[in-house]
């Protein structure tokens, strides 16, 4: 099967300008995650989308937003890009087991490093 | 608050033996815990997921235990091989409010020398 795509590999940008990443999840399942990586922070938990619908965010600004597509594809944008929005940012999908997905291990895709000149 | 601690040294060890590495956690009470590897450049993968009422989970050279009264997880890779370099990350998530939130540790590096 498939496994999660995510797009663009590498984003460049300059301060203020404004980001889209978008995300494929594995067919099938219906939960997308977005987690930033900066360097020597670790993932940190962006958004839970699932069945179109925003689920948890994290410890974010509201410039950090997206959607959930009905064939479950995702969009992440990021407005007012910042210097320190340089990150790889890593997509992951998971399926539901009767209405609860979190003890569904997450798949994730290459992510997409994006880079704030 | 929310603390998931791995060592952030790197595990450097001889090919062979086994690599044991640790997660410890405060202010947290994990449903269930996972572990997963990252090869630089690249998405984690997802290895194993051990419940709050499971001690020990096994699949091939790997182990995990869960210890919710030391609130630590151990994963052994026995028999360890070259191919086995990459850093671990482990996850914890809960039943919270909203849901599925997987909450990363900042991972530990292992080196698998010849």
């Known amino acids: 099967e498939a496994g999660v795509t995510q797009s663009p590999t590498h984003l460049i940008k300059t301060r203020g300008q404004q980001a889209t990443l978008r995300c494929s999840p594995i067919s099938g399942h219906t939960s997308v995650y977005w987690y930033q990586q900066a360097l020597g922070l670790g993932l940190q938990f962006l958004l839970w989308y699932d069945e179109g619908e925003e689920r948890n965010r994290g410890n974010f600004p509201p410039r950090f937003s997206g959607r959930q597509f009905p064939n479950y594809s995702s969009e992440l944008n990021v407005n007012a890009l910042e210097l320190e929005d340089s990150a790889l940012y890593l997509c992951a999908s998971s399926s539901g087991q009767g209405g609860y997905h979190s003890n569904q291990p997450q798949h994730f895709g290459d992510g997409t490093r994006l880079s704030i000149l | 608050s929310q603390k998931i601690e791995q060592n952030s040294e790197a595990l450097n060890i001889q090919e062979g033996k086994t690599a044991t590495l640790t997660c410890n956690y405060t202010n947290y009470s994990p449903a269930y815990l996972q572990w997963y590897r990252q090869d630089p450049g690249r998405g984690p993968v997802f290895l194993l997921l051990?419940?709050?009422?499971?001690k020990e989970k096994r699949k091939e050279r790997l182990k995990v235990t869960f210890d919710t009264t030391l609130k630590q997880s151990l994963f052994h890779i026995t028999a360890s091989q070259p191919a086995d370099s990459a850093t671990y990350l482990c996850?914890?998530?809960?039943?919270?409010?909203?849901?599925?939130?997987?909450?990363f540790g900042t991972g530990t590096q292992l080196k698998v020398e010849l």
């Open positions: 051990i419940r709050e009422n499971e």
């Open positions: 996850a914890l998530a809960g039943f919270t409010g909203g849901g599925n939130k997987l909450t």
